[in-house]
């Protein structure tokens, strides 16, 4: 008897599909036997354990569970956190517009938002927070007191500030508002004929915001030979606003980027939709290994469609994109949905969450993995690890000293000092502490403790650690003593070896006192590295032409 070719192949097309749907109904009956076994469990605890056990705190602990087999972007957001979720798409919150620090007993207001409650009521850097609400904010942790000062917009807040040098008191009534942080941080000239924009997050509209920036800068500038975009720490948000910042720079109809997940129906292609403002503008984009999600969005795009270069160091590597999914109770589940890719197809996602080592960490995906691709002018880039720069800059690192001066206050403390003793100093940009007045610094921190390990030491007690527990320290021990001694650091030598680096820090927390967020940012761009070798490509246009030329 003789069977039909389209007989056997119907059959084994039926058997596929049924295969299929014998897989899928199981992992359907897996979710479902086990969520009756979770039931249940929970029911026969809850009825006959010893204690009562409280049921939300138990529940979350089982969703924190679940959670630690994703990424870590994937989360549970409970009703009472959605404000923060709000704030990273809109940039907005309720509250009285004011960063702040704990250091010992107490907390200091570190930033006076320009515009916000509690600059209009006078509040300056260096007031210390005494009581909220009539309750004392000693030894208060210092996420209480955010949460405290944030609330929502009409809502009054009673405060008392301490001056931070005379001590007086003064009680304030401060009426919450809506806090706008502005993604578009700061524009303007430099170096006489550079743009600079410096974005801080993807929120809504920051690509309009960053386009009113650019086309401002242009007007006053007329002959601008280039323009920097510098993203650094910028740590993203919406992916849309992404496409229209590219749109800026990037011609119509060129795509963007392109989300590829597990529902098909949800990938897409993103296109930019408009003529460029301006696609012929040399442009340098900066980033730092906090780059990340839709900032490397747009250095990819800018990249890969040879459209400008990047500088500085590699970026993060987030090649993933969350959407957020309703919840009962007005909660939200924010989950990583899809993957994607910069134009030239690569996905730059650096840690691969779904295979981990045996102390459950990801691991990052090795260099030996990471596949070529190139350019539109066909120059060699890869995925797997960020975008790396064009032109690599190597990061600044702070020295132990800055680093304890910082966290200790000591630096702010002084420049505090320093604004109350001088109504009046110049701008920003021409701004310097002379010697005389760094010599006060010093006076300043004498009798303070500032103690500290450099890298060395802590080297070195690492290494006596591990010499000790292999038990080879007993015939080191004379040795290590003596490299012990030679290593041991004066603080006072280690101020004046890195006396440039402190001094620049003392100046841009001292401009941050005349020229809120502003100063701190100008003063910074004197000697910032990564900015003097964007300058020095868009003054050379044949070297800044090769970078987007090279093949090798």
Not at 417 to 422: G, M
Not at 523 to 545: C, F, I, N, R, T
Request: hydrophobic share 35%.
């Amino acid at each position: 008897m003789r069977i039909s070719k389209k007989l056997i192949l119907f059959s084994l097309l039926g058997l596929c599909l049924v295969l299929v749907a014998f897989r899928t109904s199981d992992k359907y009956f897996l979710i479902a036997k086990n969520l009756d076994i979770f039931a249940a469990f929970y029911r026969e605890l809850n009825t006959y354990y010893v204690e009562d056990l409280p049921p939300e705190k138990l529940m979350h602990k089982g969703i924190e569970a679940m959670l630690e087999e994703t990424d870590p972007f994937t989360d549970f957001v409970p009703e009472e956190e959605l404000d923060e979720l709000r704030f990273m798409a809109t940039g907005k919150y309720g509250g009285v517009g004011t960063s702040i620090y704990t250091e010992g007993e107490w907390t200091s207001i570190t930033d006076v938002y320009e515009g916000s409650p509690m600059a209009k009521a006078g509040v300056k850097a260096g007031d210390i927070i005494v009581s909220l609400n009539g309750k004392s904010a000693k030894n208060m942790e210092q996420e209480d007191i955010s949460l405290m000062l944030k609330g929502n917009p009409g809502t009054s807040l009673d405060i008392v500030l301490r001056h931070p040098l005379t001590g007086v008191e003064k009680a304030y009534k401060i009426i919450r508002d809506d806090i706008n942080v502005k993604p578009v941080s700061y524009s303007g000239v430099i170096r006489n004929d550079i743009g600079y924009i410096k974005m801080s997050q993807f929120t809504e509209n920051s690509g309009l915001q960053v386009q009113q920036a650019f086309e401002k800068l242009k007007q006053s500038q007329p002959q601008l030979k280039g323009l920097i975009l510098d993203l650094r720490g910028n740590p993203g948000g919406l992916l849309e606003e992404a496409v229209t910042l590219s749109n800026i720079f990037i011609d119509k109809n060129q795509l963007i980027v392109s989300t590829k997940g597990k529902v098909k129906s949800w990938d897409r292609e993103y296109k930019t939709s408009q003529a460029a403002v301006d696609a012929q503008v040399p442009l340098v984009v900066l980033t730092s290994r906090t780059s990340a999600s839709a900032a490397e969005i747009v250095a990819g795009a800018v990249q890969d469609l040879d459209r400008g270069v990047v500088v500085g160091q590699r970026s993060y590597g987030k090649g993933l994109v969350q959407t957020t999914r309703p919840l009962p109770y007005n909660a939200k589940l924010k989950v990583t949905t899809a993957r994607y890719y910069t134009p030239s197809g690569r996905c730059i996602q650096a840690i691969d969450y779904s295979h981990k080592t045996e102390d459950g960490e990801a691991v990052y995906v090795a260099d030996s993995l990471r596949r070529s691709f190139v350019t539109a002018g066909g120059r060699p880039v890869k995925d797997g690890g960020g975008i790396e720069p064009d032109a690599k800059v190597e990061s600044m690192v702070l020295s132990q000293v800055a680093i304890t001066l910082l966290r200790k206050q000591f630096i702010f403390d002084y420049a505090t000092r320093y604004y109350y003793s001088h109504p009046q100093v110049k701008p920003a940009s021409q701004f310097s502490l002379t010697d005389a007045e760094f010599s006060d610094f010093e006076k300043f921190l004498d009798g303070k403790d500032y103690s500290y390990k450099t890298r060395s030491e802590e080297a070195l007690e690492s290494f006596r650690t591990t010499a000790e527990r292999e038990k080879y320290y007993d015939g080191l021990s004379k040795e290590f003593d003596a490299l012990q001694q030679k290593m041991k650091h004066d603080k006072k030598q280690d101020m004046l070896k890195n006396k440039t680096e402190i001094r620049q820090l003392l100046e841009e927390e001292i401009m941050n006192r005349y020229y809120p967020q502003l100063g701190r940012i100008e003063k910074g761009l004197s000697w910032d590295k990564d900015v003097d070798e964007a300058v020095s490509l868009l003054h050379a246009p044949a070297k800044y032409q090769a970078l987007l030329q090279k093949k090798n």
